[in-house]
């Protein structure tokens, strides 16, 4: 794990009110830690499986931003940051969205209609698309 960047991250969404929305980009740079995503999915296909996937994403026509709402940022533990949720903005449709999660076994992947984050809001027009992988 890179212990700058993860301290970076931490400094510069602390002292925010929730959530905590960053680029998928930015939740991936740097981060190793297996915890901070999909740590309840058996098997643990990886957070390199997790980082191609999600960063993936951004490579399609139909996906325009990838975000994770981050949990807790806890500034005396060197960890990172963890999530369970991530937004997807574009015109993907729930289903294919489903079917190129699937090796990560998401709880649940839907259109997310009036819970979209308003830094998400400012930023994009498009559809929003969440997975969750609580726990």
Same mark, same amino acid.
């Given at each position: 794990?890179?212990?700058?960047?993860?301290?970076?991250?931490?400094?510069?969404?602390?002292?925010?009110?929730?959530?905590?929305?960053?680029?998928?980009?930015?939740?991936?740079?740097?981060?190793?830690?297996?915890?901070?995503?999909?740590?309840? &999915? @058996?098997?643990?296909? +990886?957070?390199?499986?997790?980082?191609? =996937?999600?960063?993936? $994403?951004?490579?399609?026509?139909?996906? !325009?931003?990838?975000?994770?709402?981050?949990?807790?940022?806890?500034?005396?533990?060197?960890?990172?940051?963890?999530?369970? &949720? @991530?937004?997807?903005? +574009?015109?993907?449709?729930?289903?294919? =969205?489903?079917?190129? $999660?699937?090796?990560?076994?998401?709880? !649940?992947?839907?259109?997310?209609?009036?819970?979209?984050?308003?830094?998400?809001?400012?930023?994009?027009?498009?559809?929003? &698309?969440?997975?969750?992988?609580?726990?």
């Amino acid at each position: 794990m890179d212990l700058i960047k993860c301290d970076a991250l931490k400094r510069d969404y602390y002292r925010q009110p929730k959530p905590w929305i960053v680029s998928a980009e930015r939740f991936f740079d740097g981060n190793d830690d297996e915890s901070s995503i999909g740590w309840n &999915v @058996i098997p643990y296909p +990886g957070i390199t499986a997790f980082r191609d =996937l999600l960063t993936g $994403l951004l490579r399609r026509p139909d996906v !325009e931003a990838v975000y994770a709402q981050l949990d807790e940022l806890d500034l005396s533990e060197a960890v990172w940051p963890s999530t369970d &949720v @991530i937004f997807v903005v +574009g015109t993907i449709s729930p289903d294919e =969205l489903q079917r190129i $999660l699937s090796p990560l076994l998401p709880n !649940e992947v839907c259109l997310i209609e009036f819970t979209v984050p308003e830094l998400i809001k400012q930023r994009h027009q498009k559809p929003v &698309v969440g997975a969750t992988w609580w726990g």
